[in-house]
């Protein structure tokens, strides 16, 4: 099997995250400075094998578009112009960042780590896969 690699777009920085091969744990992977996010994401996809991208999709609460979306749908059209091959899923992000905070607390770190934003970005693009790969499996079962 291959990985699946989870983004959580920014205007500064990009946090991601990665499935193992066998797409059973998610795992922080890198934040990068947003400019760098296509030459970065074309050097691992080299390295290693991707099946699927999911790209946290931001939404206010009531469903309505945020300052951001536009940007995330260019980076969408972006992603799938850029790897023809490799499916690209929108996932609902909203609470992710308020969640990685939580999550950051409550595993113990320090303030000064939760205070360094790329950690929160990073912890956000896991859980944006793991609810993606939560989802897949809760998707029609074979008879």
Excluded at 11 to 38: C, F, H, N, W, Y
Excluded at 41 to 52: G, N
């Amino acid at each position: 099997m291959a990985r699946i690699l989870a983004i959580d777009y920014g205007r500064k920085r990009t946090g991601l995250a990665v499935t193992d091969p066998l797409q059973i744990i998610a795992t922080a992977l890198d934040t990068v400075s947003t400019p760098e996010l296509m030459a970065f994401l074309q050097q691992y996809l080299r390295q290693e094998t991707v099946e699927t991208l999911v790209l946290g999709w931001p939404t206010k609460l009531d469903g309505q578009d945020t300052d951001i979306t536009a940007e995330v749908e260019n980076l969408f059209h972006s992603l799938q112009k850029h790897f023809p091959d490799v499916p690209v899923h929108k996932h609902d992000e909203r609470f992710t960042s308020k969640m990685a905070l939580n999550a950051l607390i409550e595993g113990g770190t320090s303030k000064k780590y939760r205070r360094q934003k790329a950690n929160i970005d990073k912890v956000s693009a896991v859980i944006i896969l793991q609810s993606f790969l939560e989802s897949q499996s809760f998707g029609p079962s074979s008879p």
